[in-house]
């Protein structure tokens, strides 16, 4: 534990200035030098996790492994490096505030008054100290959520603070991303918001190493220097960080251009070895010169919020990857698809995805998306409440059940073909009840989906408390719907596919939280590819 170097990471000015894409950008360089990295996020609500939050308040809930419901930063972490995320990962106020209550109530603080400093900041830092000795990696780099200058994120920034003052500046290291605007009447890009923001951190002791600037065009060797003199960073250390309009995935290649790595090692003493990097860039170039295009309808209620399937819109860019194809999404709104119109939404399209959810708006939307995707014969894939729903229209056009519903919409259908399972049924609370996280699957031989992953066993996250309801099982085979993965005991169905059709694939998991760019999950290259197909034919 002692040689892991802390990377922290703050952000001034303004929110949505990619500070989680710079972490993890800078944990994708780092591991391209050769070191181990472990990322974490602190988040300052006092939600314990976003799991019971509005999708409107927190964009899409990020699942890990071991089935913790996180901010969607870790998802950019997980993407861009190996690092392999645990509950543990993500941090919050709430989580450290109930841990501090906890303790004291049992009378572990021994009559003693509990402060935030030192209890609830010591807290801050046992986190941060926990996940360096677990993974004993040689950085651990912590994105501090929120804007400094925020009341809310005052006792991590003193917890991290007091890290640097014990452990010195060869093993902490301050990078704080900031706004440099551009004021359109003076065409002129300001820097006295960064100055203002530096001083707010200056204020409760956080002197930044390294400082990158959020811009629209590289800064000039002038600002730098301005931005140096008044911050108290070296020019060297002033860092441009230009938007990027094409993908994501050239931020690592913007930043490595401008040199954040070797700062970064050069201001922890470390040496800043071979980089190896070409597999990134190569993939960048398969993005950028992508020879085919697909057009794929996303079907979900909150499409206009741009976070909110965060990262399915990323793995249907890996589906991409995968087929030299670039990626179209048609965001569509379930409310304004009904019986007459849904021809007119999805003419045109090459594939159908129909992510997850919860609730019943536009449910029925949905439905006559997935009948039109399956009539006409449309790669259809179905996430979660996406399979649900396909499993739902199937049981209402095929087998006839003019009601059949999942008993969260119609508690009281006469063909509830999804229910909650039996164990789940009486509890009540909101949050934490649901199956989260990883669970081993078991693919039918012969199916797409075995095909697909060319593997027997999966294992895929989750995050929902409805089910396939059992007993209809033998009803949907004979009539076309095979059920193709299930949990080990077969208690469970993970997939449901139609196999005269030409890819239609439900699933029950959350598959689009185990795909990177340089690793694409199989159905979703699955699905691109045979959407491909279809562009083609329509072309011909
Ligand atoms: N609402 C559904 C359930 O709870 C689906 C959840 C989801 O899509 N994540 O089972």
């Keep these: 534990m002692s040689k892991t170097k802390y990377i922290f990471i703050t952000g001034g000015v303004s929110s949505s200035l990619g500070k ?13 030098r050769g070191y181990s990295v472990s990322l974490q996020k602190m988040d300052p609500y006092i939600n314990i996790d976003p799991g019971t939050m509005s999708p409107y308040q927190h964009g899409e809930v990020y699942v890990t492994e071991d089935g913790a419901e996180t901010d969607l930063d870790l998802g950019y972490y997980e ?21 501090v209550i906890e303790r004291e109530r049992k009378g572990d603080y021994l009559g003693r008054t509990v402060q935030v400093v030192p209890h609830i900041t010591n807290e801050i830092r046992n986190r941060i100290y926990t996940l360096a000795r677990e993974h004993e990696t040689d950085f651990v780099i912590v994105e501090i959520g929120g804007t400094v ?84 960073v070296k020019d060297q250390n002033v860092i441009s960080a230009v938007d990027i309009n094409t993908s994501i995935y050239e931020i690592p290649i913007m930043y490595k251009e401008e040199k954040l790595d070797e700062v970064v090692l050069n201001a ?24 085919k295009q697909v057009k794929i309808a996303v079907i979900g209620k909150y499409i206009s919020l741009q976070d909110a399937y965060r990262s399915v819109y990323e793995s249907l860019a890996h589906g991409g990857i995968a087929n030299d194809t670039e990626v179209v999404v048609h965001k569509i709104d379930p409310e304004d698809i009904d019986s007459k119109n849904v021809k007119d939404h999805l003419k045109g399209m090459h594939g159908i995805l129909v992510p997850g959810g919860f609730g019943e708006r536009g449910i029925e939307g949905k439905i006559q998306a997935i009948q039109y995707a399956r009539t006409k014969k449309i790669p259809f894939f179905g996430i979660c409440l996406g399979m649900q729903c396909a499993v739902i229209e199937f049981g209402r056009n095929v087998l006839g059940y003019k009601d059949a519903n999942s008993t969260e919409f119609n508690p009281k259908s006469n ?34 989906a075995y095909s697909e992953y060319k593997s027997e066993k999966i294992s895929e996250r989750h995050r929902h408390r409805f089910e396939f309801t059992l007993r209809y099982k033998d ?66």
């Design 20 to 32: 989680g894409v710079t972490v993890a950008a800078l944990g994708c360089l780092l591991e391209a």
């Design 79 to 99: 993407r861009f490096t190996k690092s392999h995320l645990s509950r543990k990962n993500s941090v919050s106020t709430g989580q450290i505030y109930h841990a």
């Design 149 to 232: 200058g925020d009341i809310e994120s005052v006792p991590f920034l003193e917890a991290i603070r007091q890290m640097r003052y014990e452990h010195g500046s060869s093993q902490v290291l301050f990078v704080h991303l900031t706004l440099v605007p551009t004021i359109t009447a003076a065409g002129e890009a300001k820097t006295k918001p960064t100055q203002h923001s530096v001083k707010e951190l200056l204020a409760l002791g956080i002197q930044p190493d390294i400082l990158i600037c959020r811009i629209n065009k590289p800064m000039t060797k002038e600002m730098k220097t301005k931005i140096s003199l008044f911050c108290n």
């Design 268 to 291: 922890l003493g470390m040496d800043t070895r071979k980089l190896s990097f070409s597999h990134w860039e190569n993939l960048v170039k398969k993005i950028l010169n992508a020879k």
């Design 415 to 448: 063909h509830p073909v999804i229910s909650m399972i039996e164990e789940q049924m009486e509890i009540e609370r909101m949050g934490g009840t649901m199956r989260l996280g990883a669970y081993p699957c078991i693919l039918k031989k012969g199916s797409t």
């Design 475 to 540: 009803e949907y085979e004979k009539k076309g719907m095979n059920l193709t993965g299930f949990s080990p005991d077969e208690s469970l169905v993970e997939i449901v596919e139609i196999p005269s059709h030409p890819w239609f694939v439900g699933v029950q998991f959350h598959p689009e939280f185990n795909s990177k760019p340089t690793e694409p999950h199989p159905l979703f290259a699955g699905f691109i590819r045979q959407a491909s197909k279809l562009a083609k034919k329509s072309e011909d």
